[in-house]
């Protein structure tokens, strides 16, 4: 059975850090990518950081000098590191993966081909 579970999340203080974990099983994840989305409540999910096979990252704008994608190829482990955060990163934050060898690819996909069931993160004082 095909699984992403991501954990890590909870309640942070503006300014504050948490890091996210994703670990996949279930299939050979060689060759996919694997990135983090996510959805404030009320809103479109939207994309965060990518990272695939050979470490190339893609980071959306708000992310960029503030989170860290990084990787572990056994078991496949994914990671966020969030620092600085803002009460605007609250939301659910999903782990998924997409069967290409690039990060900047899965940035710009449609739909993904897993899904985790997502982790939520607030930032409120």
């Known amino acids: 059975q095909v699984q992403l579970v991501e954990s890590g999340g909870g309640l942070v203080q503006p300014g504050g850090s948490l890091r996210l974990s994703c670990v996949a099983s279930g299939r050979n994840w060689n060759n996919y990518a694997m990135g983090w989305f996510r959805r404030p409540a009320g809103k479109e999910r939207e994309f965060v950081a990518a990272i695939d096979w050979s470490g190339g990252t893609t980071y959306a704008d708000s992310a960029k000098g503030r989170f860290t994608i990084s990787r572990d190829n056994a078991p496949v482990t994914v990671y966020l590191q969030m620092n600085s955060l803002k009460p605007e990163d609250t939301a659910v934050y999903y782990c998924?993966?997409?069967?290409?060898?690039?990060?900047?690819?899965?940035?710009?996909?449609?739909?993904?081909?897993?899904w985790g069931k997502g982790t939520l993160v607030t930032v409120s004082s």
């Open positions: 998924a993966a997409l069967d290409t060898d690039s990060s900047w690819y899965l940035a710009r996909a449609s739909d993904m081909d897993y």
